[in-house]
């Protein structure tokens, strides 16, 4: 790369194919190792897959301290939309820390948390309001499912309580988000101390069989709700689910007429929508929210990650004017009395104005297409290989299943790919045997040509691997 020498790049590539315990005592990966418990991560594997050190980011691309980069092909967990270091939102966080860092939002207001929520709102077209501001998409989910308990409490409907959330869905893995969590790797150990919900069977167009389409699937994943909400609508408050895309399960998609299907059970048994936009909102899946694809609104909106353009932790949570209207008395008790310190923190808000300035200043949703086109493209070879299974895309979300029929080799695919992509200049993270990219909205033609490249490199290189095993 440019300014590195080639002995340094070469360096740079050894170390990271080196177990962490042959690596300097002071090196960064080390430090990390000794002092930080890294997140949905089994630390014992580090000791085999040295942590990948970051010094700076620049558009796309991720640098180590060696000037080695790699395309961030998932936005960093799914956060960064416009690129990392973007200017025009350094600038304007940067104009923020000379005004105001951080004020409660307890009894005072400031213009960044009022200004994102008229935005907000407005694009809901006025449907939805009142945002409540939190720090991340588990807390999110926390407050939606808090908020719809005591809605109906509110409303003299104490008996509903009861939620519903659909198969291998993942909504945070806070007590109250895992209780409507549905992956065992992350509910699973926590079981006894999680309220249990109702699971109905998931729109995934994967389960399609011979002759249906994925509407097909969304018709049958929608009678299961249909029966259920008979048996138990008197007793439930919401149901929560991730709209077109079940990211966590896969990357599993699903026809916008199963959300359709959702609005009218939820309108005909008086039962909550929450719709956890929290990983598809903002452009993800082609349009702006992806509910719009269904031309519906839920009764809660949760929204993070892109919010603030990957910069800073926010969340946000969207409702019904007469959601807000029921908790308006002059009763404490009847309040919504949730809060965290940092809610609605200035800068983060700020972060999240300028993100959706450049949504407004840019016609991102057509550039968009104009890119993942391209993209899904380049990766058209794919369809035509036995060793992949249901190649899918949504908007900028593209991904593909892995044939792996060893059992250990399965066990081990995402590791082992990830390995593979960073060795051909590439942050890739496999679910299970699911790849999946889902890159932020700067590339260019010769970085989209690259990540291509690299997604069919490192599958051609683990399949082959576990070959020779």
């Not at 270091?85 to 104009?95: C, F, G, H, M, R």
């Not at 990357?251 to 299907?261: F, K």
């Amino acid at each position: 790369m440019q300014g590195v020498s080639a002995s340094r790049r070469a360096e740079s590539a050894r170390t990271m194919s080196l177990p962490s315990d042959t690596l300097p005592s002071d090196s960064l990966v080390v430090r990390s190792l000794r002092a930080v418990w890294h997140p949905c991560t089994q630390m014992k594997h580090h000791e085999e897959t040295p942590l990948l050190p970051i010094a700076r980011g620049a558009g796309a691309w991720l640098y180590d301290a060696d000037g080695r980069r790699y395309l961030d092909g998932i936005s960093s967990w799914w956060v960064n939309l416009f690129g990392h270091a973007n200017p025009a939102i350094n600038a304007a966080l940067v104009d923020q820390l000379a005004t105001l860092e951080h004020a409660m939002l307890a009894g005072c207001t400031h213009e960044p948390a009022v200004a994102l929520a008229e935005r907000l709102s407005a694009r809901t077209g006025g449907a939805l309001g009142h945002a409540f501001f939190a720090s991340d998409g588990a807390s999110a989910v926390e407050i939606a499912l808090k908020m719809s308990f005591h809605f109906w409490r509110n409303a003299g409907r104490a008996g509903k309580r009861e939620f519903v959330c659909v198969r291998h869905g993942y909504h945070g893995e806070t007590l109250g988000a895992l209780g409507v969590t549905d992956v065992a790797l992350f509910r699973d150990a926590y079981g006894p101390l999680l309220r249990q919900a109702h699971c109905v069977a998931s729109p995934d167009a994967r389960q399609a069989m011979p002759g249906e389409t994925a509407a097909d699937v969304a018709a049958r994943a929608l009678s299961d709700v249909a029966a259920l909400f008979e048996q138990r609508g008197a007793s439930i408050a919401a149901i929560i689910v991730e709209p077109l895309v079940q990211c966590a399960a896969g990357m599993a998609m699903h026809d916008p007429a199963y959300l359709n299907g959702l609005r009218t059970l939820c309108d005909r048994h008086d039962v909550h929508l929450i719709a956890d936009e929290i990983a598809v909102g903002f452009g993800r899946t082609g349009s702006f929210f992806a509910h719009e694809q269904a031309g519906i609104r839920p009764d809660f909106l949760c929204l993070s990650k892109g919010i603030s353009g990957g910069y800073l932790p926010l969340s946000v949570v969207l409702s019904r004017g007469a959601i807000h209207d029921a908790f308006h008395d002059d009763d404490v008790a009847r309040g919504f009395l949730h809060s965290h310190s940092y809610t609605g923190n200035p800068l983060a808000c700020r972060a999240a104005l300028a993100t959706l300035d450049l949504f407004d200043e840019h016609d991102v949703l057509a550039a968009n297409r104009v890119r993942f086109d391209a993209l899904a493209t380049a990766l058209d070879s794919l369809a035509e290989r036995s060793d992949v299974a249901h190649p899918r895309r949504c908007g900028g979300i593209l991904a593909f299943d892995a044939v792996v029929d060893d059992a250990r080799a399965a066990g081990s695919f995402a590791r082992r790919y990830a390995r593979h992509a960073l060795a051909l200049g590439a942050l890739l993270r496999p679910i299970g045997r699911t790849v999946y990219l889902m890159p932020p909205y700067v590339l260019d033609e010769e970085e989209i040509a690259m990540l291509a490249s690299a997604t069919i490199a490192a599958l051609d290189r683990t399949l082959a691997e576990q070959i020779e095993r």
